[in-house]
């Protein structure tokens, strides 16, 4: 390397994880970034006191406070207030490899002589070796071939400030950054994938976390709604099971609806897809599994409570962003 600093501003949002002070340790391998923007984004009623965290003088790192609405308002937050010309986003729960630094360098030189504004960082998610994942280890480690997903991730600033930056409309942390890199790629701007590697641990989830993860649908109605039919093949996101997710819904809310009427013929029939679909989608879940009686019942639970929370989300995602 020619040069001991990096001419890019790492932001980091957090919501107090415990890996985040490891994170910001790291980064004060040679080259350093100019500066280190951590955003606290804990929500005033789980902000009691101060983070707790030891901010190291080199790289400068400084700790802000964010709006407590989600990551997408927490990284615009870290980017106006960056100075140098690429805003480098990690997400609080990272590890980065030692010569992490050394290969942003290299990462953001090549995607500069590419004419490239955004390079993204490749992240590996360990698995357990012992056994097969869980239905949630698997949905983490979905994230290792995500497209431009913001756990690691480079932007020249003065682009990202010029669009706006992340659309706050999104309040989790599911899909902002697929609808930023769609947002670039339709103005004709270039995107590449960089060498940098990261490790993304799984992280402890009650059983119920497939139950909350359903939220997320309603942010695919605000992209159907901002991209039109083809908004998977933009944001680069693979086909999901929302209509199945509806079909068996439909079935099950005819059986109970036929049932009521005293029409046992058709509430028979719809109890009988509903019960195949749930079955189905059970299977789906359990089979790759580890199929342990803890792991087989969670499944078998949230397989029948999924997908009519998949289209209650999504239907009030499409009516909440229906002026999109």
Do not use: K
């Not at 270039?190 to 939220?215: C, F, N």
């Not at 942010?219 to 068996?248: E, K, N, S």
């Amino acid at each position: 390397m020619t040069t001991d600093v990096l001419d890019c501003s790492v932001v980091i949002p957090t919501v107090g994880r415990p890996g985040l002070q490891a994170l910001v340790d790291a980064l004060a391998a040679p080259p350093t970034p100019r500066e280190v923007i951590v955003v606290d984004d804990r929500s005033a009623r789980r902000r009691p006191g101060p983070l707790g965290l030891a901010a190291p003088d080199h790289p400068p790192t400084r700790v802000v406070a964010g709006p407590g609405r989600g990551p997408a308002a927490a990284r615009n937050v870290g980017l106006r207030l960056a100075r140098a010309a690429w805003v480098v986003f990690l997400d609080d729960d990272v590890q980065i490899d030692p010569q992490w630094t050394e290969q942003l360098a290299v990462d953001l030189a090549r995607a500069a002589a590419l004419g490239a504004v955004g390079v993204q960082g490749n992240l590996t998610v360990p698995l357990p070796a012992n056994r097969r994942p869980t239905d949630w280890e698997r949905q983490v480690a979905g994230l290792a071939g995500a497209a431009w997903i913001t756990a690691d991730m480079a932007y020249r600033r003065d682009v990202l400030l010029s669009l706006g930056g992340f659309d706050e409309r999104f309040l989790r942390a599911f899909r902002e950054d697929a609808e930023l890199a769609a947002r670039l790629r339709m103005r004709g701007f270039r995107l590449v994938r960089g060498h940098r590697r990261a490790t993304h641990p799984v992280g402890v989830a009650g059983p119920w976390v497939s139950l909350r993860r359903q939220a997320g649908n309603a942010d695919d109605a605000l992209l159907r709604r901002l991209y039109g039919p083809q908004w998977r093949q933009w944001c680069g996101v693979p086909p999901g099971r929302r209509r199945r997710h509806a079909l068996v819904t439909a079935a099950g809310a005819l059986a109970v609806l036929a049932w009521l009427a005293g029409a046992r013929r058709p509430a028979t029939l719809a109890g009988l897809a509903w019960l195949a679909g749930t079955a189905e989608f059970a299977a789906h879940r359990i089979v790759p599994g580890p199929r342990t009686p803890r792991e087989v019942a969670t499944m078998a639970v949230t397989s029948v409570a999924i997908p009519p929370l998949a289209v209650g989300h999504y239907l009030y995602g499409w009516l909440r962003h229906r002026g999109a």
